[in-house]
């Protein structure tokens, strides 16, 4: 329910926090949430509830800290919150990632596919920003095996979400998002286009080893998927 009447700078930090594993932040642990819900109370109940730990203190005084996910046990509950967090089924973020990690690409289109369609109407699914958080969030499930990378300059551009295996025999993956205005938009065409996209800007090259290219094309709450493999 906290997580639920948060404002934007918590969504902020929150999905600053999957991507890097850590954030920095102003955490208010003396004062009950329940009794002044602000941002910094939210992180404090979070700490104070075992789901966060401080791993540095920045300034005591200003109540400044760097929070981070504990260990691997936490991470599976923190997996649980981020679902809540997204209003999707834990069990089918688990089963997606499930098959994008064993490269079952149909398996994997259907469970994204119903976690859309299955996502409230007030997640405002606008642009491909839109979506692009919507799936940094659900990677959390994912950062125990992979490094996720959002966003960041890589190539001759920015790559949306870059899944950068955290050992050598993984196989590491890299997400394009495309929005469709028109109902009318091939989407097979418009994931084949994101892919083309990931290759022609070497958005893969500070990756070894195999790598996956994917692309999502998506029109509201459809989708269609272009999977490569390099």
């Known amino acids: 329910k906290a997580m639920e009447s948060s404002d934007d700078a918590f969504n902020r930090g929150y999905e600053e926090l999957i991507q890097t594993g850590k954030l920095e932040t102003l955490v208010r642990m003396e004062t009950s949430f329940f009794e002044t819900s602000t941002t910094e109370n939210l992180w404090g109940?979070?700490?104070?509830?075992?789901?966060l730990t401080i791993s540095k203190v920045i300034s005591y005084q200003d109540g400044l800290y760097v929070v981070k996910v504990p260990n691997q046990e936490v991470q599976q509950e923190f997996q649980k919150l981020t679902a809540h967090y997204l209003k999707v089924a834990g069990t089918d973020l688990f089963t997606m990632f499930s098959a994008l990690k064993r490269q079952k690409k149909e398996d994997f289109k259907d469970k994204y596919q119903k976690v859309l369609l299955t996502l409230?109407?007030?997640?405002?699914?606008?642009?491909?920003?839109s979506y692009h958080m919507m799936a940094l969030g659900m990677c959390a499930w994912l950062c125990h095996d992979y490094k996720i990378i959002s966003n960041r300059e890589a190539g001759k551009g920015r790559c949306d979400i870059v899944l950068k295996a955290r050992k050598e025999n993984q196989i590491s993956y890299i997400l394009e998002f495309k929005y469709a205005k028109d109902s009318?938009?091939?989407?097979?065409?418009?994931?084949?286009?994101?892919?083309?996209?990931?290759?022609?800007?070497?958005?893969?090259?500070?990756l070894k080893g195999n790598v996956i290219y994917i692309g999502l094309a998506h029109y509201q709450k459809e989708v269609e998927i272009e999977w490569q493999e390099k």
């Open 45 to 51: 109940l979070l700490v104070n509830a075992g789901y």
């Open 120 to 129: 409230p109407s007030y997640h405002d699914l606008k642009d491909e920003n």
């Open 184 to 206: 009318n938009t091939d989407l097979n065409e418009l994931a084949k286009r994101a892919v083309e996209q990931i290759k022609d800007r070497k958005y893969d090259i500070e």
